[in-house]
């Protein structure tokens, strides 16, 4: 995994946690941390609102209005395209000459609606003299690429590096194996039986470059996940955790979610809630990786043409 981007998917998986206030948090955090006292950090107070305003750059005017997506998705276009109108139009109703240029800042990892692209190039038609932006996960990954490594730590947590994958620490596979297989009645779990991946299975899935440096990293200790399931008192182990998952993807893939939202959502499944730390990440990550190549989540390639 490269030291220089490692810290990509995190940021992503941060995005897709950040909904509502939270994201307008994090984003005024952020911008405090880049521009400091440039930036000016705003929230409503009472009656009085905010006028459109969550957060201004005095240097050169910068007006941001923040649309924080549940799970980092599109999610309601019509709630989103509202949003856009009310918020300019409130902020050119009372900023006056205080706003230069406006920032639609949002959390949409997997990529905006087309609705929302139409409307960005009306609302700039009808505004010559704005300059109006869209103000995404791309622009946010480039201002955390800014900060200093302690700074993003603050941001998105620690994260691991190629050296911390060589150090695998099976008694933390030990532990999120045992918390999946306490949480999940898997009697009622379909087969899960191990079985052949094709090697074009990440391109297949259309997965980001982020996701697939994650899986990537976790891929070098594949065969100390094998041993750990091989050398398990209980034989049916590794059976029984490709069924959690088998079914926790399948409920998933139900719901129609991009290919990156349902990893991040099964690593969220494997660690749990809240920061993570370096050993139960690299776990974590690792044993997605070995289910991702060797059991039936995710499509393969292979069986896919198989089917036709």
């Not at 549940?70 to 509202?82: D, E, H, I, P």
């Not at 302690?150 to 998105?156: G, L």
């Not at 297989?181 to 982020?210: H, M, Q, R, W, Y």
């Not at 290919?259 to 959502?265: N, R």
């Amino acid at each position: 995994m490269s030291e220089d981007t490692s810290w990509h998917w995190q940021l992503d998986l941060k995005l897709r946690t950040c909904q509502g206030n939270a994201f307008q948090t994090f984003i005024g955090d952020l911008m405090e941390a880049r521009f400091g006292d440039d930036f000016v950090r705003v929230k409503p107070y009472g009656s009085l609102g905010d006028k459109g305003c969550d957060g201004y750059r005095q240097s050169d005017g910068a007006v941001f209005a923040c649309y924080g997506a549940q799970n980092g998705a599109a999610g309601s276009v019509s709630q989103l395209l509202g949003k856009m109108d009310d918020d300019l139009s409130k902020a050119k109703e009372h900023l006056g000459t205080l706003m230069k240029s406006w920032h639609m800042t949002h959390n949409v990892v997997e990529g905006l609606p087309v609705e929302a692209v139409m409307k960005h190039k009306s609302i700039s038609d009808a505004n010559p003299e704005l300059p109006v932006f869209l103000f995404g996960p791309p622009k946010i990954r480039e201002l955390m690429g800014q900060l200093s490594e302690a700074d993003r730590t603050r941001f998105i947590g620690p994260v691991a590096r190629n050296s911390d994958y060589q150090h695998l620490q099976l008694g933390e596979v030990r532990d999120l194996v045992t918390a999946l297989i306490v949480a999940v009645d898997s009697t009622d779990l379909p087969p899960g039986d191990i079985v052949p991946v094709s090697p074009e299975k990440l391109d297949f899935n259309n997965l980001s470059g982020s996701s697939r440096q994650l899986l990537r990293a976790g891929r070098i200790n594949a065969s100390h996940i094998g041993t750990y399931f091989n050398a398990h008192p209980d034989p049916m182990r590794g059976e029984t955790v490709a069924g959690v998952f088998r079914n926790r993807y399948a409920e998933l893939r139900a719901q129609a979610l991009a290919p990156d939202t349902i990893l991040s959502e099964l690593y969220r499944f494997i660690a749990g809630p809240g920061d993570v730390p370096i050993p139960r990440h690299v776990a974590a990550t690792s044993l997605l990786s070995y289910l991702f190549e060797s059991c039936d989540i995710f499509e393969n390639a292979a069986a896919a043409e198989a089917a036709e």
